[in-house]
Structures are given as C-alpha cells and as structure tokens.
C-alpha cells in the first residue's frame, strides 16, 4: 500500500510543477489560481511523501518521488509546453524510469 501512495505522491509532485509552469504563462487572477493549486500539491505531495517514509526506507522512497516527478514533468513539458524532443531526453527519460523500477526491485 505505501508503494501506492507513494506514487500517488510522485504524480502530485508532477502537479506542483504544473502548477508552475501553468502560472508562468498566466496572468491576473488565473496566475493566483495556479499558484494556489501549486500550495495544495505540494502539501498533499509532501503529506503523502512522510506517510510512505514510514515504512519505506527514506533513500529508495525519495529517489523514486523525485524520479516519479522528473519523468513526468518532463513528460508534461513536451505535451503541454512544446518542449523539444530529442533522442537524448528520451534515453535519459527511459533510463530513469529503468532506475525507478529497479529501486522498486530491491526493495522491501
């Protein structure tokens, strides 16, 4: 179960850098939006990230919260930012979800 949340945290992770991004491009009151949904995703990120640190070990569970939030935050910024897509970023990407999986394997 703690390696659900735990994913479930990674993805908020994704949504506070949305959040961001989005607010970076907005203006008025939509900006404040933004950065509001930015405040709640990164505590409901955070909450969830302690409560898998409770049984996970702190190495592994950080390392995968950060891989979850860097693959999909790339993701998302070629999606919905028109980043570039190169060969490199997607080797890399591939190579740290690789990582994850593998993090995920050797541990309890």
Same mark, same amino acid.
């Given at each position: 179960?703690?390696?659900?949340?735990?994913?479930?945290?990674?993805?908020?992770?994704?949504?506070?850098?949305?959040? $961001?991004? *989005?607010?970076?491009?907005?203006?008025?009151?939509?900006?404040? $939006?933004?950065?509001?949904?930015?405040?709640?995703?990164?505590?409901?990120?955070?909450? $969830?990230?302690? *409560?898998?640190?409770?049984?996970?070990?702190?190495?592994?569970?950080?390392?995968?919260?950060?891989?979850?939030?860097?693959?999909?935050?790339?993701?998302?910024?070629?999606?919905?930012?028109?980043?570039?897509?190169?060969?490199?970023? $997607?080797?890399?990407?591939?190579?740290?979800?690789?990582?994850?999986?593998?993090? *995920?394997?050797?541990?309890?």
């Amino acid at each position: 179960m703690n390696w659900i949340i735990l994913i479930i945290a990674g993805l908020f992770e994704v949504g506070f850098t949305l959040c $961001l991004g *989005k607010a970076k491009h907005a203006t008025g009151n939509a900006m404040y $939006l933004w950065y509001f949904g930015f405040l709640v995703t990164i505590t409901v990120s955070m909450l $969830l990230l302690i *409560k898998a640190t409770q049984s996970l070990p702190i190495g592994t569970a950080y390392a995968v919260w950060t891989g979850i939030g860097a693959v999909g935050t790339v993701l998302m910024g070629i999606l919905l930012f028109k980043e570039p897509v190169t060969f490199l970023r $997607l080797l890399f990407i591939v190579t740290l979800v690789g990582s994850i999986v593998g993090l *995920k394997a050797v541990s309890s």
